[in-house]
């Protein structure tokens, strides 16, 4: 596979990414990782495309880096393809606001693909502020013969010239070239957390702390304003948005949520500026839990329907909700994620992992999702079976085709041999981003600057 175009960085990442096996629920992966460990280095965003065949990830040096299924061999038809490199190139640089007199950062916040309707991909990258469009494509064919240039491309003397040629195409090393098609920049005040293309595929939408904007992916120089949540005086500023999605199957209908740990439900069929929701999700505070840190781990950090579109799941900082659209009063499922931390908040606050924000994801089938945690540890709540299980990412664990074995956290008293105990985990290490295979047992799991990627035990 060729690489377009292989900063030294990339090329160094590449030289130190192993492959192993490990695995899901029953589980064993492939972790693709890298030992050098630097701030640019960490992985910001990951996912998968609609069939599943890329895998794309965004780190805090701007970088998009893409992996491809390897084709099943015909030597084992069984045993799946593994993911490897296929492209990599720089989607953002750092940036200078003069005017604010601000820095903007490269850090890659989203990527979100879109469907494929030809050879080439396409996908949206964002960072705080500008969204880029881009197409990946191969190229393993090189034209010849032309008639205004020479072999090197030198405009050839006109003069010179006696007789036309017909150029032909000469196979070449496939090369895999990335190159922006569109940047939708100037929008956006606030930084950008969500982008969500909609099921028209003509639109897509982008959200920050006080606004959603709705683009047409041909027009770059204008967006329109659907959601505006900033009051006339800042001082009455009472939520931010957190999190923004289209729903899967109705164009005119989207969420989004906030630090308050609401959720609205918004049709643009209603007004062309949704400041009135058609839905309003939230769930009454139980008087007895109130405490200091209630609202900050109430604020919702991840918003996603399902595949069918009849639910939303909502992420806050101790606990997964799963919604009904059909009941806005409370959820109908309420997962605890890490619910020993609730001895922990102080000592959270004092190191602002309070304020980290994790992701969740559904399976295919809806019926599992899946979440991170501290120690490299993420969850899976089965929605059918009610169990649940921690599984680990990290590189001890993850030997060649290794079973991925449980873990348990146990809080205070004796400890068994295989549990660890809430006092001795390492919260520098966290799960924050996480994506499912569209359709098959095949997660991947960012780990600060690894990538793993686990896949269900192939008998």
Same mark, same amino acid.
């Given at each position: 596979?060729?690489?377009?175009?292989?900063?030294?960085? $990339?090329?160094?990442?590449?030289?130190?990414?192993?492959?192993?096996? &490990?695995?899901?629920? #029953?589980?064993?992966?492939?972790?693709?990782?890298?030992?050098?460990?630097?701030?640019?280095?960490?992985?910001?965003?990951?996912?998968?495309?609609?069939?599943?065949?890329?895998? $794309?990830? *965004?780190?805090?040096? *701007?970088?998009?880096?893409?992996?491809?299924?390897?084709?099943?061999?015909?030597?084992?038809?069984?045993?799946?393809?593994?993911?490897?490199?296929?492209?990599?190139?720089?989607?953002?640089?750092?940036?200078?606001?003069?005017?604010?007199?601000?820095?903007?950062?490269?850090?890659?916040?989203?990527?979100?693909?879109?469907? /494929?309707?030809?050879?080439?991909?396409?996908?949206?990258?964002? +960072?705080?502020?500008?969204?880029?469009?881009?197409?990946?494509?191969?190229?393993?064919?090189?034209?010849?013969?032309?008639?205004?240039?020479?072999?090197?491309?030198?405009?050839?003397?006109?003069?010179?010239?006696?007789?036309?040629?017909?150029?032909?195409?000469?196979?070449?090393?496939?090369?895999?070239?990335?190159?922006?098609?569109?940047?939708?920049?100037?929008?956006?005040?606030?930084?950008?957390?969500?982008?969500?293309?909609?099921?028209?595929?003509?639109?897509?939408?982008? $959200?920050?702390?006080?606004?959603?904007?709705?683009?047409?992916?041909?027009?770059? +120089?204008?967006?329109?304003?659907?959601?505006?949540?900033?009051?006339?005086?800042?001082?009455?500023?009472?939520?931010?948005?957190?999190?923004?999605?289209?729903?899967?199957?109705?164009?005119?209908?989207?969420?989004?949520?906030?630090?308050?740990?609401?959720?609205?439900?918004?049709?643009?069929?209603?007004?062309?500026?949704?400041?009135?929701?058609?839905?309003?999700?939230?769930?009454?505070?139980?008087?007895?839990?109130?405490?200091?840190?209630?609202?900050?781990?109430?604020?919702?950090?991840?918003?996603?329907?399902?595949?069918?579109?009849?639910?939303?799941?909502?992420?806050?900082?101790?606990?997964?909700?799963?919604?009904?659209?059909?009941?806005?009063? #409370? &959820?109908?499922?309420?997962? /605890?994620?890490?619910?020993?931390?609730?001895?922990?908040?102080?000592?959270?606050?004092?190191?602002?992992?309070?304020?980290?924000?994790?992701?969740?994801?559904?399976?295919?089938?809806?019926?599992?999702?899946?979440?991170?945690?501290?120690?490299?540890?993420?969850?899976?709540?089965? #929605?059918?079976?009610?169990?649940?299980?921690?599984?680990?990412?990290?590189?001890?664990?993850?030997?060649?085709?290794?079973?991925?074995?449980?873990?348990?956290?146990?809080?205070?008293?004796?400890? #068994?041999?295989?549990?660890?105990?809430?006092?001795?985990?390492?919260?520098?290490?966290?799960?924050?981003?996480?994506?499912?295979?569209?359709?098959?047992?095949?997660?991947?799991?960012?780990?600060?600057? +690894?990538?793993?990627?686990?896949?269900?035990?192939?008998?």
């Amino acid at each position: 596979m060729g690489l377009f175009p292989p900063s030294p960085l $990339a090329v160094r990442k590449m030289k130190c990414f192993s492959r192993y096996l &490990p695995y899901l629920f #029953r589980p064993p992966g492939a972790v693709l990782s890298s030992s050098c460990h630097a701030e640019a280095d960490i992985i910001s965003t990951v996912e998968f495309n609609h069939t599943g065949e890329l895998l $794309a990830t *965004g780190d805090k040096g *701007g970088r998009v880096v893409i992996f491809q299924r390897e084709q099943e061999s015909k030597n084992q038809p069984h045993r799946r393809g593994e993911y490897n490199v296929y492209s990599t190139f720089q989607s953002h640089e750092p940036e200078f606001d003069y005017l604010k007199s601000l820095e903007i950062e490269e850090k890659i916040n989203k990527i979100r693909w879109l469907p /494929q309707q030809n050879a080439a991909y396409f996908l949206l990258s964002t +960072n705080d502020k500008t969204v880029k469009l881009w197409k990946v494509s191969e190229r393993d064919k090189r034209p010849e013969g032309y008639n205004l240039k020479d072999e090197d491309g030198r405009l050839r003397d006109p003069s010179m010239i006696t007789m036309l040629r017909v150029p032909v195409l000469r196979p070449m090393d496939l090369m895999v070239e990335a190159t922006p098609r569109r940047v939708f920049a100037n929008a956006h005040t606030y930084h950008i957390n969500s982008i969500s293309v909609n099921s028209d595929y003509e639109t897509y939408m982008s $959200a920050d702390d006080l606004r959603i904007n709705l683009w047409n992916f041909e027009i770059t +120089n204008q967006s329109f304003n659907i959601v505006d949540i900033k009051p006339a005086n800042m001082e009455e500023l009472t939520e931010v948005i957190t999190a923004a999605e289209f729903h899967p199957h109705h164009c005119n209908t989207f969420v989004y949520s906030s630090s308050k740990g609401t959720i609205r439900l918004c049709d643009m069929r209603t007004s062309a500026l949704c400041d009135r929701h058609a839905k309003f999700f939230e769930e009454p505070e139980d008087p007895s839990n109130r405490s200091f840190f209630s609202e900050i781990i109430s604020s919702i950090s991840d918003v996603k329907f399902s595949h069918s579109g009849r639910y939303i799941m909502t992420r806050d900082y101790l606990t997964v909700k799963v919604w009904d659209l059909n009941m806005e009063n #409370r &959820p109908i499922e309420t997962y /605890q994620v890490h619910d020993y931390l609730r001895s922990k908040l102080c000592s959270l606050y004092e190191n602002d992992c309070i304020f980290d924000k994790f992701e969740c994801v559904w399976n295919g089938s809806d019926s599992v999702i899946m979440t991170g945690s501290y120690n490299n540890f993420f969850r899976m709540f089965d #929605r059918n079976t009610k169990r649940d299980v921690t599984l680990e990412a990290s590189r001890e664990n993850s030997k060649p085709r290794a079973i991925l074995k449980p873990r348990k956290v146990c809080i205070g008293g004796k400890r #068994r041999k295989d549990e660890i105990s809430v006092d001795s985990l390492d919260f520098s290490k966290k799960i924050l981003h996480t994506a499912w295979h569209p359709t098959e047992n095949i997660i991947a799991v960012a780990a600060t600057n +690894n990538l793993y990627i686990f896949q269900d035990k192939v008998n």
